[in-house]
């Protein structure tokens, strides 16, 4: 691989809302560039819209960041610190005229584009402040009317070269006089980014490809501004699996909400990583290392990425089944303690129980929190049983064979799970029945659910006395059946 010298590249999240997907894709895109090729990573907050900003939404942003591993060499820059340097920029247009005072109001410009577009018109700003003569400024001037400022735009055609899709174009025209600055003295986002791109030497910008109209109008504004615009890398969007746009109904949307659910940092990378991306053969579980090694921008996919939550649920479990007991157990034991079933004090004493349960629960679990779901019953009595398995296991001729099974298992010293298999298995042949005859009411009588890990794992980790009493609670809810 060719490096490329010094590469910035940046994340510039928005805090209006949580890290989503698409954000989180884009930092990881970045992440890697930056480190593949010794170059930084810079995080830059756009919090210009300060009504819809907040505190909480930017340290959940940089939670999610650092929770994904992705280190950012050189920030937090907040763009509200920075109106002063945006004016700077903006001023020099003014003065160049390649931007001028817009009078209008909201409203009047709703008018006019409802007008325009009924009658089949364009709709884009009319430039009725272009050129506005003095009475008239003075006018507006004196009706306290806000003034925002538009940037002019040239006529011909405007073009890039991007990374991934070749060049793009379009034809001015089809351009408004879009607004840089607005009248509250903040700057849009188009001049922003321009400014703090070109001041923070950013040689790359990797976005998403709902960004490439900004991008033309950008590319407009480093030429006006007569400084030299980054190359430029659009990312495809991210779809859910019915290949609408990715919304709550697909699943989670933020970052931080995964984690909640228990998915694990290194699986979100992988996962995020090939969400347009590929090594270019099937290998899909890649360690941060190989993709770093693998990734390049070229071989990034021009055509959207599906969003499939069941290929992240299987990896995450991929992930969880390379994992040490230990490590499963340090990750879920907050989870336990969040839902009152163990405290501090009784982690050390009943440390061999729960690696015990970890190792029989670990095939299984696909989330973290897949632990809880399937561990209750282990521990909390059981007091309802899945009706499907009653209508299919908790029939009456069980009800002789739990009460013969009690016996034989009251006789046993050996609770371990090997001999608990061979017991159970001799007790089915000599009863002429199946062993799953046995297995199926066992499990939702000692359990209450019809899957879970294997019956003798859940046997052995209950114990003698536990089993028993839970058979002996099934029988009492079968008669009265
Ligand atoms: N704040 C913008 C966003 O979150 C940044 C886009 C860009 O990277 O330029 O979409």
Not at 298 to 315: G, H, I, P, Y
Not at 346 to 364: N, S
Not at 395 to 411: D, G, P, S
Not at 474 to 479: L, T
Request: glycine share 6%.
């Amino acid at each position: 691989m060719k490096k490329i010298e010094n590469v910035r590249v940046r994340i510039a999240p928005s805090p209006t809302g949580f890290l989503h997907v698409g954000t989180a894709r884009a930092a990881l895109y970045n992440w890697i560039f930056a480190r593949k090729h010794n170059g930084s990573f810079i995080l830059r907050v756009e919090d210009t819209d300060l009504k819809r900003s907040s505190k909480e939404m930017i340290e959940s942003i940089l939670e999610g960041l650092r929770w994904l591993g992705l280190d950012w060499d050189e920030g937090p820059f907040f763009q509200s610190e920075r109106l002063a340097i945006y004016r700077q920029y903006t001023e020099r247009l003014l003065k160049d005229g390649k931007a001028y005072y817009c009078y209008c109001t909201p409203q009047e410009l709703a008018e006019r584009r409802e007008s325009a577009k009924s009658e089949k018109r364009d709709v884009k700003y009319d430039r009725r402040c272009l050129g506005l003569i003095d009475n008239e400024r003075k006018r507006f001037e004196s009706e306290n009317r806000g003034r925002a400022l538009r940037f002019f735009i040239p006529e011909g055609e405007t073009a890039f070269q991007d990374i991934i899709h070749g060049e793009i174009k379009k034809k001015n025209r089809d351009i408004e006089d879009f607004v840089i600055m607005k009248s509250d003295g903040t700057p849009t986002y188009n001049l922003a980014v321009v400014v703090d791109d070109h001041e923070m030497a950013v040689t790359h910008t990797i976005r998403g490809d709902d960004h490439i109209s900004n991008t033309m109008k950008q590319v407009l504004l480093y030429n006006a501004l007569s400084i030299s615009a980054p190359r430029f890398a659009h990312l495809p969007l991210i779809l859910g699996k019915d290949r609408s746009k990715l919304s709550k109904r697909h699943g989670a949307v933020s970052v931080s909400q995964y984690r909640d659910e228990g998915f694990l940092s290194d699986a979100m990378f992988n996962f995020l990583a090939l969400l347009g991306w590929n090594p270019g053969d099937n290998r899909e579980i890649m360690s941060r290392e190989e993709i770093l090694e693998q990734f390049s921008l070229e071989r990034v996919s021009k055509t959207s990425a599906v969003f499939d939550q069941q290929k992240l649920e299987w990896m995450n479990g991929e992930y969880i089944s390379k994992m040490d007991n230990e490590d499963v157990l340090k990750a879920v034991i907050p989870l336990l303690k969040g839902e009152g079933w163990i405290d501090e004090g009784a982690i050390e004493q009943k440390r061999t129980f729960l690696l015990h349960l970890v190792a029989a629960l670990k095939p299984r679990m696909r989330k973290l929190t897949d632990f809880v779901k399937y561990s209750v019953y282990f521990f909390k009595d059981v007091d309802a049983y899945e009706p499907k398995g009653v209508k299919k296991h908790f029939a009456e001729k069980t009800l002789v064979l739990l009460e013969a099974l009690i016996e034989k298992l009251e006789e046993l010293t050996d609770f371990s799970k090997e001999h608990l298999e061979h017991v159970l298995r001799e007790f089915a042949e000599k009863r002429n029945v199946k062993p799953a005859q046995v297995i199926h009411p066992v499990r939702l009588a000692v359990s209450g659910m019809t899957v879970g890990p294997g019956i003798f794992d859940i046997l052995e980790i209950l114990g003698k006395e536990c089993v028993i009493n839970r058979l002996t609670k099934a029988i009492k809810y079968i008669k009265v059946l």
